[in-house]
């Protein structure tokens, strides 16, 4: 059973950068492909960043583009979201995510495995 446990949320100014990160345990880390889902208030789930096996592939929402990059320590069992240029629209509950599978995906539905979620609180 893959286990996953999110860090690094908190509240910030507009403009402003935060990181987080997920720790990953109870199988082969190296063979999941992870992704960063966010759930505003009053919203349905959405994908913001995925990263294959092998961390070689990164997508990104296009609300999130060059703003946000997403990488892996396999060394560590950790994936981080590297967030800048935060907007109050970043405002969100995000959820890291995993998937037994080499290739990465942006659809909710191919993941199997989820963390409880983290605040992430941008002020205008």
């Known amino acids: 059973q893959v286990q996953l446990a999110e860090s690094g949320g908190g509240l910030v100014q507009a403009g402003g950068s935060l990181r987080l990160s997920c720790v990953a345990s109870?199988?082969?880390?190296?063979?999941?492909?992870m992704g960063w889902f966010r759930q505003a208030p009053g919203k349905e789930r959405e994908f913001v960043a995925a990263?294959?096996?092998?961390?070689?592939?990164?997508f990104y929402a296009d609300s999130v583009k060059g703003r946000f990059t997403f990488s892996r320590d396999n060394a560590q069992n950790t994936v981080s979201l590297q967030m800048n240029s935060l907007k109050p629209e970043d405002t969100a509950v995000y959820y890291c995510a995993a998937r037994a599978s080499i290739e990465s995906s942006r659809s909710e539905g191919d993941y199997a495995y989820w963390g409880q979620g983290t605040q992430v609180t941008v002020s205008s």
């Open positions: 990263i294959n096996w092998s961390g070689s592939d990164t």
């Open positions: 109870g199988v082969s880390y190296s063979i999941l492909s």
